[in-house]
């Protein structure tokens, strides 16, 4: 009787034995990965040129994120489509935390609504890490037109017997269909200009061969300050502090103009949970830390550091918006 018992607890102890030694086994890898990324460089793509918003935010969360991941942080800019060529790269890339991808609305969750044949799918390939900051827009106008205010503009725009002239960035980008909204919200047409980039347009606008666009505080700030355009409202819910004199559109009567772009980080879907929470968490004290944040608001946009699951609910909520207002205005980008 004793022998048998002897003999059934020495076999139940060898299967919880060989048990634990299973679930050690499964997070090991894990625990391991964690400790030891990153071990060599991390890409961060951008999908716009230098000197742009997005590659401005890069590259000052990039500086400090370096000290940070004591890794270099390298920043590739792949221009064009809109975002749309730095996305595709980066959700095609290896899912190993050394690829990620500083994303923006337009990209993200206009683009999917607006083009059939999009070449990624954001919902299914990408993770977010952190939405790292946000830039509102101002609707601006040539130095020389005769707008002064929001109300002269509308009155002008709405006097015209032709639509009005709108510079855009882009096809199916925020500054493309803030534009739209807010001809529809103020009953006027608008006819959108897509230049190739963001520099062609901005000279269009002081050129006054266009009558009016959407641009971000970060690009316009400068402009505005010396003359070269003239900003009447900004979408943003107060006055910016780098341009204090521009009133927000909810005091112009419009509070219903309330767009902006965001910026989040991402990595390809599949990248291990651990460096997904690493580089979440590193990403975030970044952002968050006073030299970076003072960075960010000094450049015109308001700094951020959100967590995934925070992050997570802003994208999806974002693309059922931007999905109603392309449909609503029935934009086909192919």
Known sequence: MTGTSFRFLTSGRRTALRAGAL?????????????????????????????????????????KLRE??????VIDNRAGAGGQIGVQVVAKSA??????LLGEVGSISIAPAAFSKLPYDP????????????????????????????????KASRGRGDRVNFATFGAGTPGHFGAEIFAEQAGFKIEPI?????GDAVTAIIAGDVQAAFVTTALGAAQIKGGKVRALATTAGQRSTL??????????????IDFSSWLAFFVPHGTPAPVVETLSREIVATVQSAEVRQKLEEAGFRA??????????????????WAAVVKATGFKGD
Do not use: C
């Open 23 to 63: 679930v050690l086994s499964l997070l090991v890898p894990a625990w391991a990965v964690a400790q030891s990324f990153p071990e060599r460089s991390v890409k961060v793509t951008v999908g716009f040129p230098p000197g742009t918003g997005p590659d401005i935010v890069a590259r000052h969360i990039g500086q």
């Open 68 to 73: 940070n991941l004591k890794q270099t942080v």
């Open 95 to 100: 899912p190993d935390g050394y690829n990620l």
């Open 123 to 154: 919902a299914k390939e990408l993770t977010i890490l952190s939405e790292v900051a946000r830039a509102d827009f101002l609707l601006v106008v040539p130095a020389s037109s005769p707008s002064m205010t929001v109300e002269d503009f509308l």
């Open 194 to 198: 897509h230049y190739r980039s963001t």
């Open 243 to 256: 341009l204090p004199d521009v009133p927000t559109f909810t005091e112009a009567g419009m509070p219903q």
């Open 304 to 321: 951020l550091g959100t967590t995934p699951a925070e992050a997570e609910k802003m994208v999806k909520a974002e693309a059922v918006r």
